[in-house]
């Protein structure tokens, strides 16, 4: 539910307080949304009650700044109600919160997967043309080749190195603050659209634009590093948005915001992996096309992506 708000909040498709009033409309029907949704949990899996509570806070937080929005681009009247919705969706938050720990945390069960049954047969309903052991077997192959690559590329950052010592020289570059891991992720992205224009690599639509930012609070639980969020379908803008997940009780994070990661990450998220992809996606005129998603193309495409622009010379190999 609060994504559904945060794409409202963030997206500037139309003027903040024409959104803010959608905003209003979506949390004035939140309480009846809540309380409806308890009959929609059947077999509650724990993991994801568990996630589900840890949001909640979060969640509550994230109205707050958007009542502070409210207070500077609305008239009273309107500013007021959107603090009164607001107000009725944290109290039934409160209220749904209290019920999961009574009702359904005791009752949520350790479920990991679907089964090996119903795994094959999904594999065969999305015709990939191979079986699960098949597929299982090219994994095995590509996990192999891999491990011997990275054992020889270890010895090239220092002779006669493991892997992991490897990967800790290469991590130990990395940025101070999260600050500078926003900048400079944004300079990456920005860097790799420059890249795949100068080499002809892909056409990049006209209406089109990637936004780094920090993880909002009510996703950072989800998201312990980045994540991205692609255009929305219909509105016309091409805009995504690239999220880095700061840890300011946590600085040792920062290893994870080393600078060869972050220029890989931007031809895997950015240019030309997901962003640029989904956003040329949403150019189709087949709503069929634009709906439908397969992870394995979406995903395959970005890796692609990763190997081709260390083959194509971007960020010197890193």
């Given at each position: 539910m609060a994504e559904s708000l945060f794409l409202l909040f963030m997206r500037d498709f139309a003027p903040l307080?024409?959104?803010?009033?959608?905003i209003a409309g979506?949390?004035?029907?939140?309480?009846?949304?809540?309380?409806e949704s308890k009959d929609r949990i059947r077999k509650p899996t724990k993991v994801w009650v568990e996630i589900g509570l840890e949001g909640a806070a979060?969640?509550?937080?994230?109205?707050?700044?958007?009542?502070?929005?409210?207070?500077?681009a609305l008239p009273a009247a309107d500013f007021d109600h959107l603090v009164e919705t607001i107000a009725k969706t944290k109290e039934s938050i409160a209220v749904y919160e209290a019920w999961v720990r009574s009702d359904v945390l005791p009752r949520a069960q350790d479920r990991v997967g679907i089964g090996a049954t119903k795994f094959r047969k999904l594999v065969r309903l999305r015709e990939l043309g191979l079986t699960v052991d098949e597929i299982y077997a090219i994994g095995k192959k590509y996990l192999r080749d891999s491990k011997r690559e990275l054992t020889r590329l270890a010895g090239e950052i220092k002779k006669g190195a493991r892997v992991d010592e490897a990967q800790a020289i290469v991590k130990g570059d990395h940025a101070k603050t999260w600050d500078e891991a926003l900048t400079y992720t944004a300079k990456a992205m920005d860097e790799s659209k420059r890249f795949i224009l100068e080499h002809a690599f892909a056409t990049i639509p006209a209406k089109e634009e990637l936004r780094v930012i920090f993880t909002p609070a009510f996703l950072r639980h989800i998201i312990p590093?980045?994540?991205y969020s692609p255009p929305g379908k219909f509105d016309g803008t091409g805009l995504g948005f690239y999220m880095v997940t700061p840890h300011e009780d946590r600085p040792e994070m920062l290893r994870e915001a080393y600078y060869a990661g972050i220029r890989n990450t931007a031809v895997h998220e950015g240019y030309p992996g997901h962003h640029l992809q989904l956003a040329c996606a949403n150019l189709n005129p087949s709503y069929a096309r634009q709906l439908s998603t397969a992870v394995e193309s979406i995903e395959g495409w970005a890796h692609y992506c990763e190997q081709l622009a260390v083959d194509e010379g971007f960020g010197d190999g890193a």
């Open positions: 307080p024409k959104r803010l009033e959608s979506r949390l004035e029907r939140s309480p009846r949304f809540i309380e979060s969640t509550t937080a994230f109205h707050d700044v958007i009542a502070a929005a409210g207070k500077e590093f980045a994540a």
